[in-house]
């Protein structure tokens, strides 16, 4: 905000400036120079070239006004941005949490089948080095079936 206040006031000093720039320009000394300078300087010019400072003018104030409305919207927390985000964070950690659900389901699936399929010389190998399957339910319940979750729905 003080950025937009110093340029109001550069804005103020500048249209201060035309203005006495164009009052310098009747501020003649003698009647001769006066006519002189009347004659010199049609008033139709002149008043065109007031009208573009004018115009030129009002385009900066836009400006500052569209830079004033910028910096007040950007101060404001957006209320719908952050539900929003939330929701999607929401959805994404359950979808995760879904995931890592299949994946246990998955790996204890290998498990029991591998169990099923080893050979018993190489179970009988594995008890003795002291593997974790007397521990692992996924091991020690291989004859039950495999059984996932429902699958969701690809769209």
Known sequence: MNVIKTWR???IIMLCAAIGMTASAYRVESPKASREATEAQDTVHL???I???EQRFYSVETSINRL???ATLSQRPSVTQSNGREME???LRAEMETLRRRIL???CGLL???ERTMMPAAREARKKAGASSSTDPC???SESPVQLSTRPSVN
Do not use: F, P, T
Request: zero cysteines.
């Open 112 to 114: 029991k089948l591998d």
């Open 89 to 91: 964070v929401n959805l």
């Open 9 to 11: 006031v550069a804005l």
């Open 68 to 70: 004033e409305q910028q």
């Open 51 to 53: 009208s573009l400072l």
């Open 105 to 107: 389901e998955i790996e």
């Open 139 to 141: 091991r020690l319940y």
């Open 47 to 49: 008043e065109r070239r």
